[in-house]
């Protein structure tokens, strides 16, 4: 079957029309050859006869008209008048040999499957199977002046035999150009797919190719799937080490210190892992580059981990500007610091001075406050460009510190016309903690939260211990952030855009310091915030290893309770 499919869609599809025609024409000169061959070597009486000769002579004619006649130039049904004319020769063929036991108008299935196969006018092809056969056994009855029914009755049986067989080729026939027209629609629409899924490939390729980004897609085995080329060039840049039975790319963490296997960044993202921004250096000396990296899992069809995607940022630049910066930040503060200490100093030994005018006085005072206001400022770039904060533990009241921080705050609340208070219930909270960083903290926080409130609004200072710590709470009810906004304000010079909107005077450095100043102390710094309902900022301060609980203790539930009590108010 498979050979006879093969023969058709190599050479009958490839044929034209007039070779396709003379094709069909074939067998049924080749079965009448067959019958003259039969009928020379057991009847040469019936070869002698005249209108088996005419026969043979006729059915020559058809099969040159077949090969003559340009069929492809004439009209689609032309053709089917081969298979009509063929019925005149099969016709004297079995009228020739009726006194043989041979069934030559058994002949009639050719031209019979020619019709019902063509698929070309049913109605009248399915008409022609029955009336050629039909035609083919009563005219030599006709001709011989026969007038009894019963032999025309009795010759019915072949045209209703191959009316029978021409209405189930024709069927068949259907069924195959239908089943042929689906196979070519889903042919046509596989193509497309091809075409389209091709287009969306090169669309793909060149995105990857374009950014200027190491991008990698993983399967399940760990085998790379698709990589761009700037990740071939990341790769070599990284190397390899051989070691522990594999080759690991040489990859090393910020400080240079080489990354063990499972830190990797592939090797993490094959677990499963999901992350953003870790920061990793390839290859070794002037060469090394610093990359952001970045990693989602991909999941299959029933949800298990079936490879993930990595992205490899060259932030070599970035970093270098940051660096830069930090140099630069310090450099120009230590320049800045040594003026206004003396400015300072001198301002000391003119306000000792007796007899300056009240006047004058005043003016001195404001000129006290402004370098004082600019020393911190200065401070707080030495801080942010060193990237640490040095703190000195000792035993200290937080809630003293609470209590002075927020006195302190007091006269800039009282100009925006905001409410200040002290909810922190406890009249000592001791602790293990640098007085005076805590206090700058809690500047800070009180500042900002000042700044960032609207006229009538509030701000609420809190301190209590948790469990194992010291909490600090400083609430508003201010313009608040979105949770975007909330989680990037301890980024250097950060400055949310409402802030920036409305003016409010800033250099983006209190925060960070506020969180340099938490984790020196081995804690933490939170912030949560609403827009337009307030801003919270949450520090845990933990106990010292050796410290036991102190007065005034709360259990880590009862001070979730209390905090979210406080948050939910706002």
């Known amino acids: 079957m498979r050979g006879w499919d093969w023969f058709v869609q190599m050479f009958v599809h490839g044929m034209s029309r007039r ?126 002046g026969s007038s009894a029914p019963g032999e025309y009755a009795d010759v019915m049986v072949l045209p209703a035999m191959m009316l029978a067989a021409g209405a189930v080729v024709h069927l068949l026939a259907a069924a195959t150009r239908d089943q042929r027209r689906a196979l070519e629609s889903a042919r046509g629409r596989l193509q497309e797919a091809l075409d389209a899924q091709a287009k969306e490939k090169r669309l793909l390729d060149t995105v990857l190719e374009t950014i200027p980004v190491g991008v990698q897609a993983l399967d399940a085995s760990g085998a790379t799937a698709v990589a761009n080329r700037q990740q071939y060039l990341n790769k070599a840049l990284a190397g390899r080490v051989p070691g522990i039975g594999q080759d690991w790319p040489r990859v090393f963490d910020l400080a240079g210190a080489p990354l063990p296997p499972h830190r990797q960044p592939v090797v993490r993202a094959m677990r499963g892992e999901a992350f953003s921004d870790f920061l990793v250096r390839l290859g070794e000396g002037p060469t090394q580059r610093v990359f952001s990296t970045s990693a989602r899992p991909v999941q299959g069809p029933d949800g298990s981990p079936d490879g993930a995607v990595l992205a490899f940022s060259d932030v070599t630049s970035l970093m270098e500007a940051l660096a830069a910066k930090d140099i630069f930040l310090a450099n120009v503060s230590h320049e800045l610091r040594n003026p206004l200490t003396s400015m300072v100093g001198y301002l000391d030994l003119v306000q000792e001075t007796p007899g300056i005018p009240t006047r004058a006085e005043h003016g001195l005072e404001v000129v006290r406050r402004n370098a004082e206001r600019l020393d911190r400022l200065v401070g707080d770039l030495l801080a942010a460009a060193s990237g640490g904060i040095d703190v000195r533990p000792e035993p200290a009241d937080v809630a003293a510190i609470v209590r002075l921080a927020v006195a302190a705050a007091a006269p800039a609340a009282r100009s925006a016309g905001v409410t200040l208070k002290d909810d922190t219930q406890s009249k000592a909270l001791p602790g293990m903690v640098d007085p005076v960083r805590i206090a700058q903290l809690l500047d800070n926080l009180l500042s900002n939260a000042v700044k960032y409130t609207r006229p009538g609004g509030s701000v609420t200072a809190r301190a209590f211990r948790a469990a194992d710590g010291i909490v600090l709470e400083v609430e508003d009810t201010g313009i608040g952030m979105s949770p975007e906004e909330a989680a990037a304000v301890f980024t250097r010079f950060y400055r949310a855009p409402g802030s920036r909107a409305a003016r409010i005077p800033g250099l983006g450095l209190g925060l960070p310091i506020a969180r340099s100043i938490a984790e020196a102390h081995g804690g933490r710094i939170e912030c949560t915030s609403t827009p337009g309902a307030g801003t919270a900022f949450t520090v845990f301060l933990p106990d010292p290893p050796d410290q036991g609980p102190g007065p005034g203790q709360q259990p880590a539930a009862q001070a979730e309770r209390h905090r979210s009590g406080h948050q939910g108010r706002r």
């Open 19 to 144: 070779q396709q025609v003379l094709l069909s024409q074939v067998p049924l000169a080749a079965a009448i050859a067959l019958v003259a061959g039969v009928v020379a070597v057991w009847h040469p009486d019936i070869l002698a006869e005249p209108l088996f000769g005419a026969a043979l002579t006729g059915q020559v004619l058809l099969l040159a008209l077949g090969a003559a006649v340009p069929w492809g130039k004439a009209p689609a049904g032309a053709a089917l008048a081969l298979p009509l004319l063929d019925f005149v020769p099969i016709g004297m063929v079995r009228v020739a040999g009726l006194d043989t036991k041979m069934q030559l108008g058994a002949l009639g299935v050719v031209p019979v499957v020619w019709l019902a196969w063509s698929g070309l006018r049913p109605g009248f092809c399915m008409a022609a199977a029955f009336l050629g056969p039909l035609a083919m056994v009563w005219a030599p009855l006709v001709l011989a």
